[in-house]
């Protein structure tokens, strides 16, 4: 039986929501995040890096969200959720696949990071480090993101999902950062990715791994 080592409101939801639509049966077990946001001890235990998602699945343990899926997929697919792998879209799976973690993740993780620090400074210089972020924030994360937001709203122009007509592990692995990003920065007037996050909200098996998943604040 496969064992989802899930943390409260993180990227681990969109293994859940795979797995629901393949219609494998899982456990799920929960961990919650420190006041600090930082995942609880117990998850070192499970593996080195103290992350969530973690997969086990008989001798295997696997971390990276990326890794999870691919194996997920070939392991239990039955060649679902893929396309074919001789196809254009295969390797478009592929770069969403990576871009997900490698290109999209951090520049919102460090949004993240940046906001929290005026509040966490001490008072006396908590103007200074406000307007140093807001200096960053504009300089460095801001065109970037936005360059982000308009790769990904073409992506999805063609089919509505990112490689090919149908979903595959690129929109699963993609749904994080759209979720984030909707609540982190926005979408302005970029209408494909508010569709795609309602699009993928909408479906039973989305639904489902909620139920499942627990605390979820991105849906
Ligand atoms: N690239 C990794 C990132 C893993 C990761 O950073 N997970 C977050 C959950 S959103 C986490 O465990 N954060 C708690 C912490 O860093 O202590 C993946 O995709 O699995």
Do not use: C
Request: proline share 8%.
């Amino acid at each position: 039986m496969i064992v989802i080592h899930h943390l409260n409101n993180s990227r681990s939801q969109r293994v859940l929501w795979l797995l629901e639509e393949l219609g494998v049966p899982y456990e799920v077990r929960r961990y919650e995040r420190l006041k600090t946001l930082a995942a609880p001890p117990e998850l070192k235990a499970v593996h080195p890096l103290g992350k969530s998602p973690v997969l086990t699945d008989g001798a295997l343990t696997l971390a990276e969200t990326g890794a999870i899926v691919t194996y997920i997929a070939q392991t239990y697919g039955g060649g679902r959720f893929q396309p074919r792998e001789d196809s254009a879209d295969w390797w478009r799976m592929q770069h969403f696949l990576h871009h997900a973690e490698g290109s999209a993740m951090p520049p919102l993780f460090m949004k993240l990071v940046f906001a929290s620090i005026p509040s966490q400074a001490p008072a006396l210089i908590r103007p200074v480090a406000r307007a140093l972020m807001k200096g960053v924030d504009a300089q460095f994360l801001k065109p970037r993101l936005a360059d982000l937001l308009d790769y990904w709203d073409t992506a999805l122009a063609a089919t509505g999902w990112f490689a090919g007509p149908e979903p595959t592990l690129a929109d699963v692995m993609m749904s994080f950062p759209l979720e984030a990003a909707g609540s982190r920065v926005g979408f302005d007037d970029r209408r494909h990715l508010p569709a795609f996050v309602e699009r993928i909200h909408a479906r039973p098996a989305y639904r489902q791994a909620l139920q499942r998943g627990g605390p979820y604040a991105y849906a």
